[in-house]
């Protein structure tokens, strides 16, 4: 009989217990979402849009930032984000830039970057990503795409206004070139 009191004292408690637990299909959808969550806005200026709409709100810091996503920055826009592995994107004015792809493992470190800046201007301080494996952290431009190697450094991309064949029939003047 001893062992049926102790069993039955101990119930309460495993009670408890089983009650203070929240079970994970009970969760907000604001903690699920941050499994899909790349980045963190940190400071937020001027006109910035996210997403190929003006309709949406625009980002206030401490929003989330996921991969896919197209970040806009006006005339007198900027934005500075950090991503999950500790990448730190800066956005300057006139900027369009999509977070192409964005994956990381906390546990093993590993994932891959792809940033497409399609205009303006990006400041990136590389985190874990690009130190541990720097062939997955790439900066797409309309003309280049760049393999990181540093740690520190920017991107301008300045959308052309005229192709090169038209500036090389308009504008080059050795033209001997042209016709071999």
Same mark, same amino acid.
């Given at each position: 009989?001893? #062992?049926?009191?102790?069993?039955?004292?101990?119930?309460?408690?495993?009670?408890?217990?089983?009650?203070?637990?929240?079970?994970?299909?009970?969760?907000?959808?604001?903690?699920?979402?941050?499994?899909? %969550?790349? =980045?963190?806005?940190?400071?937020?200026?001027?006109?910035? %849009?996210?997403?190929?709409?003006?309709?949406?709100?625009?980002?206030?810091?401490?929003? #989330?930032? %996921?991969? =896919?996503?197209?970040?806009?920055? =006006?005339?007198?826009?900027?934005?500075?984000?950090?991503?999950?592995?500790?990448?730190?994107?800066?956005?300057?004015?006139?900027?369009? #830039?999509?977070?192409?792809?964005?994956?990381?493992?906390?546990?093993?470190?590993?994932?891959?970057?792809?940033?497409?800046?399609?205009?303006?201007?990006?400041?990136?301080?590389? =985190?874990?990503?690009?130190?541990?494996?720097?062939?997955?952290?790439?900066?797409?431009?309309?003309?280049?795409?760049?393999?990181?190697?540093?740690?520190?450094?920017?991107?301008?991309?300045?959308?052309?206004?005229?192709?090169?064949?038209?500036?090389?029939?308009?504008?080059? %003047?050795?033209?001997?070139?042209?016709?071999?």
């Amino acid at each position: 009989m001893p #062992a049926f009191i102790a069993a039955r004292r101990c119930l309460p408690l495993a009670v408890a217990m089983v009650l203070s637990t929240t079970p994970a299909w009970s969760q907000s959808p604001a903690v699920a979402s941050d499994a899909a %969550r790349a =980045g963190t806005f940190k400071q937020v200026q001027g006109d910035i %849009r996210l997403g190929t709409t003006a309709s949406q709100p625009a980002p206030q810091s401490g929003d #989330a930032l %996921r991969p =896919g996503e197209r970040i806009t920055t =006006g005339k007198d826009g900027a934005a500075s984000l950090v991503l999950k592995d500790g990448t730190v994107l800066t956005l300057g004015p006139n900027t369009t #830039a999509n977070l192409s792809q964005f994956q990381f493992d906390a546990t093993t470190q590993e994932g891959n970057l792809v940033l497409e800046l399609l205009q303006g201007s990006v400041r990136v301080v590389t =985190g874990l990503l690009a130190k541990i494996n720097p062939d997955r952290f790439k900066v797409k431009t309309p003309t280049a795409v760049v393999g990181v190697r540093g740690t520190d450094f920017i991107v301008e991309a300045t959308p052309t206004t005229e192709p090169l064949y038209y500036y090389l029939r308009h504008h080059w %003047r050795d033209h001997s070139r042209l016709r071999r």
